[in-house]
C-alpha cells in the first residue's frame, strides 16, 4: 500500500483530491489521507491489518476473516481497526489488492500485444492460485485498489498499438478477467470436492455407459474421436487453450489475419501461442 502509484514516496500523501463516495481504508492506500496518528496502538497501520487479515485467510479460510478475529491476530482491540478500515468489506477489497499485487513488466515487445495479454493472465491466474480465498470474495463493485488498477492500466498498455476502439480495450479486459477468475474458481471447487486428490474418472467411459449412440450421436463422436481421453483435472491444459480462442477472437475483430489452428484436444494446444511464463 505504501508507495502505491499515486502515493509516490512511502508515506507521502497525494496532492489528487480523494474521490467523492471513497470508502476511507481506500483512499489511505492510495495515499489520498493520512494515517490516523492518535490512540494507545501507535504501531498499528493499514498495512498490517491487512497482512493479519491475509494470514487468517490462508490458513482459516474466507469464512474465518472477522474484524474481531483479524483484531485478535494483532493483539488489539476490535474497535482499534475501525479507524483504519471502515468496514470488513473493505478490508475484503484491500487484502485481494495486496494478494494480486503489482504487475510485473508488461509492455509488450515489438507491439505483441497476444505475449503481453498471455502474460497478463497467467500472473492474475498465479496470484489467484497462491491465494484461493480471493476468488470467494464477492464483486461487488469494479476494482478501485491500487494494485488492481495497476493491472487494468497493464492489459490496456498491451492492446494499445491495436486497432481497438478503447471501449472494446476495456471490454476485451473485462472479458479475460472473468475467464481467469471462474477458471481458477472451477477448478478450486474441484479440487475442494475431491479433497485435493486427483480427479480423473474416466468421464467418457461413464458417458459411453449412460448414453445411447442413437439419442446422443455428436457425444459419442467425440468419445470416439478421443475427445475425452486427457486427463480430467488437466485444468492447465483447458487454461492455455480458452485463453489461445479468446485471444484469436480479439485479434480478428482487432483485423489481424491468423492462420486457421486445429481444433484438437484442450491439451494438444499451447493456448494460441500464449507463450506465458509462470509468475
Not at 500500500?1 to 507521502?12: C, L, N, R, V, Y
Not at 502474460?119 to 464483486?139: E, T
Not at 493491472?151 to 486497432?163: H, K, M, N, V, Y
Not at 450421436?217 to 485463453?243: E, I, K, S, T, V
Amino acid at each position: 500500500m505504501a508507495g502505491s502509484p499515486a502515493t509516490g514516496a512511502a508515506g507521502e500523501v497525494s496532492e489528487h483530491p480523494t474521490p467523492p463516495n471513497l470508502p476511507p481504508s481506500i483512499a489511505l492506500a492510495w495515499g489520498l489521507r493520512e494515517h490516523p496518528r492518535r490512540g494507545p496502538k501507535p504501531g498499528l497501520t493499514l498495512d498490517r491489518i491487512v497482512a493479519a487479515g491475509i494470514k487468517v485467510a490462508l490458513t482459516e479460510g474466507l469464512a474465518g476473516v472477522s474484524m474481531a478475529r483479524v483484531a485478535g491476530e494483532l493483539g488489539v482491540a476490535t474497535m482499534s481497526l475501525y479507524r483504519y478500515v471502515s468496514a470488513k468489506d473493505d478490508l475484503l477489497t484491500l487484502m485481494v489488492d495486496a494478494v494480486v499485487g503489482p504487475p510485473p513488466l508488461l509492455e509488450p515487445l515489438d507491439g505483441d500485444w497476444r505475449a503481453g495479454l498471455s502474460r497478463w493472465a497467467v500472473g492474475v491466474r498465479a496470484a489467484y492460485q497462491r491465494n484461493l480465498w480471493a476468488v470467494r470474495v464477492p464483486i461487488s463493485a469494479p476494482p478501485v485498489g491500487p494494485n488492481n488498477v495497476a493491472w487494468l492500466e497493464a492489459a490496456l498498455r498491451s492492446l494499445g498499438g491495436t486497432a481497438l476502439s478503447e471501449s472494446q480495450k476495456l471490454a476485451t479486459v473485462l472479458l479475460l478477467s472473468f475467464f481467469v477468475r471462474s477458471e481458477v474458481t472451477l477448478a478450486a471447487d474441484v479440487a475442494a470436492a475431491s479433497g485435493g486428490a486427483p480427479v480423473n474418472f474416466g468421464y467418457g467411459e461413464v458417458l459411453a455407459a449412460l448414453t445411447d449412440p442413437a439419442l446422443f450421436p455428436a457425444l459419442h463422436r467425440a468419445m470416439a474421436a478421443g475427445a475425452f481421453d486427457a486427463g480430467d483435472d488437466d485444468h492447465d491444459a483447458y487454461f492455455n487453450y480458452g485463453l489461445g480462442r479468446i485471444l484469436d477472437g480479439v485479434g480478428r475483430l482487432a483485423g489481424e489475419s491468423r492462420p486457421e489452428q486445429p481444433a484438437t484436444t484442450a491439451g494438444g494446444d499451447d493456448g494460441g501461442r500464449a507463450g506465458a511464463p509462470s509468475s
